[in-house]
């Protein structure tokens, strides 16, 4: 066990003598990268003569490897004897010193002890609690967080959408800042104005790595990513689809100043495992363990004190932090929302139970600390669940909403509201939507998926008229009151399922020569995708939030008669593994 744990790995290396090459032959072994050990020797002559197909490291096992890339979770890759290994913080073209954690028979885990060999691209982490509560890229340079994020959509466009994609432009690789690509805008025209699946889409696999279904890694140095199932990127039916064009792929969107750009913060509460003190903060990646901090480099600047006094306030009146095991303690969560352009506050207290002790007291002691406060909420929730929000909101002081602009728009923001984070971005990401859209004042377009009416009345300002339709009744309340808050009647929402509602309105005489939607991150409903193809509108635009289910869905739209035109990532999320994107489709 010593020798083995010693032993310096290093990427594509193979194990040597006859014994292990005869054993890989004899086990039928075909699958590349699954290393094969001897087991049982010296246990016994019957233990001896049998040979085992195992990974070539196991658990404990210190190990040193090259990494070679990035999963679309951000973990860095690497492979011990062709066997993968997932660690992370780890960095492309990064040696490091690694302890197996978790040895499965295609893949394991390992965390890093030691860095070797730094990536030139690494950057020092500006807040240890953000990358431990979810920030996975904070140590890569942004603009090459903007070059992986285009890569890994591209890498998703042709594994599961099979699709062609075009050579990206020199120094596309790099990404655009806000200010780069309204210059670059200004000199290039979009082209949409001339004009099965995987099984298992790589959304279905977060966490679990499925080497069976052909995982895509971003490699440091290739424009093409590199699959931990070699053999498969050599078979004819992974290559990818010839359609006669090539989808073009623009370099992603980032931001001028990647920080400070969240409007919405939910930070678990608990307990101190040694003081039993009232502690909120992030937790700890794939864990319930949370680490208490007031400071956000991500989230508004009055986020980080009004965390700071709703803590210290509740815990002044002793209320009993939430405990998941036992069910019981009041505060789960604290919830807080910022209008970016007015700078009004809300602060939404989750609890489990309807009465909140010291109501009184506690909403004036924060009234008096907080001068931008407009609103304090609490919503109960007393369900055994990891879901944040219950069904009940009431409104304990001030208004029942917060106002902010997206653009021109003004929207009412509720509590329980679905309204996009990162406001800079989200102008960004609809007004490429608007332009896929390709309006001209004389279209009719339906907005699937609509939410509180963001995208629709982004629409509506060059659209002749717009139908919105969502599940969530009470988003739609929202949508009515926001078109009326600016004025616009020629929109219609509509409560219902869209592939039940956009049928109904077709029945009616009402025809589509553009849909958009932005579906949550299972993507479209197959229904929906279906009602689209019998609608036949000259347009689709597809705004998306997860680039695996993207490219499944379209796959069916373009087996279903529209061409896959261009393809605007925008990075909505800085120094997380998450993109959008904005896609344009044109009926062919």
Known sequence: MKDRRSRKYKQGGQRSGRAGQDSRKKQGAAVEGIGVRQAGQGTGSRSASKKVLTAPVQKNDQVELEIIGLTHDGEGVGRVEGFTLFVQGALPGETVRAHVLKVKKQYGYAKMIERLQNSPNRVDIEHPAHYYGGCQLQHLAYGEQLRWKRQHVVDVLERIGKFEVAQEDEGASEGLTLEEHDSFAGDHTSSSSDSE?????????????????????????????????????????????????????????????????????????????????????????????????????????????????????????????????????????????????????????????????????????????????????????????????????????????????????????????????????????????????????????????????????????????????????????????????????????????????????????????????????????????????AMRPERIVYVSCNPSTLARDLRILADGGYAVKEVQPVDMFPHTSHVECCVSLVRK
Not at 398 to 415: Q, V, W
């Open 197 to 533: 699946a995987a099984e298992k889409p790589e959304a279905e696999l977060d966490g679990k790595h499925s080497i069976a279904e052909g995982t895509v890694i971003s490699t440091q140095d290739s424009s093409r990513g590199v699959s931990i199932h070699d053999e498969a990127d050599n078979t004819d039916e992974d290559k990818c689809e010839k359609s006669g064009y090539a989808i073009k792929v623009h370099p992603t969107i980032g931001m001028d100043n990647p920080w400070r750009y969240r409007n919405k913060s939910q930070m678990p509460i608990g307990a101190d495992d040694k003081t039993g003190e009232l502690i909120g903060g992030y937790y700890v990646k794939a864990s319930h363990r949370i680490i208490d901090t007031d400071v956000s480099l991500i989230q508004h600047e009055m986020h980080d004190e009004a965390m700071r006094v709703v803590k210290q306030v509740v815990r002044k009146y002793g209320i009993i932090p939430y405990d998941e095991e036992s069910h019981h303690g009041l505060l789960r969560h604290v919830i807080m929302r910022v209008g970016f352009r007015t700078k009004e506050l809300m602060v939404v207290l989750v609890t489990n139970g309807d009465k909140l002790p010291y109501q009184t007291e506690i909403v004036n002691e924060l009234v008096q600390a907080l001068p931008n406060l407009k609103s304090i909420c609490q919503n109960v929730n007393t369900k055994r669940t990891n879901v944040i929000m219950g069904d009940k909101t009431r409104v304990l002081w001030g208004e029942e909403y917060i106002t902010d602009y997206i653009g021109d728009i003004e929207f009412k923001i509720s509590a329980r509201s679905f309204y996009q984070v990162n406001p800079v971005q989200t102008e960004v990401l609809y007004d490429k939507a608007v332009e896929y859209a390709g309006l001209t004042g004389e279209e009719t377009v339906i907005d699937a998926y609509c939410g509180i009416g963001t995208i629709s009345l982004f629409l509506a300002k060059k659209a002749k008229r717009v139908y919105g339709v969502e599940i969530v009744e009470e988003a739609i309340q929202d949508a009515r009151r926001n078109a009326e808050l600016n004025g616009i009647e020629h929109v219609e929402f509509a409560v219902g399922a869209a592939e039940v509602v956009i049928p109904q309105w077709k029945e009616q005489g009402i025809e589509a020569d553009v849909i958009v939607v932005d579906p949550p991150r299972k993507g479209c409903d197959p229904a929906l995708l279906d009602t689209m193809l």
